[in-house]
Structure formats: structure tokens, C-alpha cells
């Protein structure tokens, strides 16, 4: 019933910035607590970040602390992901995924997130 578009990806430079942004629509946005996914070619989909239904509470990756930010709009049905410090190893294509629950779990988990985008391609090369 809900549904996500993603938009905001590109090629950018090591060290360079993007923002991602996640589109929602077809239910309450504050409902659910949402993550971000991002898969490369040839392996596994793995957590980026994920915020409470009330943006209250964030969770993330080892890999990204530090670097990335999630927020939420609920008045605007719209979650950010802000990633700064870009990597070539952050290259991936990136996904939005929705949970109907309030808080997010210890470990995000993809097999949990009931809701999917569509995907955004992120590219980091110099």
C-alpha cells in the first residue's frame, strides 16, 4: 500500500556529497519506520541507515557512521539520506524501505522491510 521513489543518486567524486531523497505516498509515512538499503553488483543487500516512524531514534551501519544521515519529513511523506565523505566503496545502487513498526531495530534487518523503492544508482569515482 505504500509506495517509494527514490531520486537524488549520481556519479560523484570521492569525498564529494549526495543526497538522497525517498518519495512516499498510498499510506501514513508516520506509521513506519524506514531504512536505507544499497546493494553493489555481485553482492549481498546490506543496512545503510534506518529512522524511527517519528524520526525520534536513527540506527546505522559501522560503515557509515559518521558519514550519512537520515532524516524525515513526515508532513512532506519524504526520507533523506544525506551522505557525505563519499567512498568508491559506497558505490551501490541505493533503496528506501519501509517497516510498519515505530522504532527501528537493533540490527537492521532487509528481510523485515516490507516496503521497496525502486532504487537509486550512486556512483563514487574520481
Known amino acids: 500500500q505504500l509506495q517509494l521513489v527514490e531520486s537524488g543518486g549520481g556519479l560523484v567524486q570521492p569525498g564529494g556529497s549526495l543526497r538522497l531523497s525517498c518519495a512516499t505516498s498510498?499510506?501514513?509515512?508516520?506509521?513506519?519506520?524506514t531504512g536505507w538499503f544499497r546493494q553493489a553488483p555481485g553482492k549481498e543487500r546490506e543496512a545503510v541507515a534506518c529512522?524511527?516512524?517519528?524520526?525520534?531514534?536513527?540506527n546505522y551501519a559501522d560503515s557509515v557512521k559518521g558519514r550519512f544521515t537520515i532524516s524525515r519529513d513526515n508532513a512532506k511523506n519524504t526520507v533523506y539520506l544525506q551522505m557525505n565523505s563519499l567512498r568508491p566503496e559506497d558505490t551501490a545502487v541505493y533503496y528506501c524501505?519501509?517497516?510498519?513498526?515505530?522504532?527501528?531495530?537493533?540490527?537492521?534487518?532487509?528481510?523485515?522491510?516490507?516496503?521497496w523503492g525502486q532504487g537509486t544508482q550512486v556512483t563514487v569515482s574520481s
Open positions: 498510498g499510506s501514513t509515512l508516520e506509521d513506519y519506520a
Open positions: 529512522i524511527s516512524s517519528s524520526g525520534r531514534s536513527t
Open positions: 524501505a519501509a517497516e510498519k513498526v515505530g522504532g527501528c531495530r537493533q540490527r537492521i534487518a532487509v528481510a523485515t522491510y516490507d516496503y
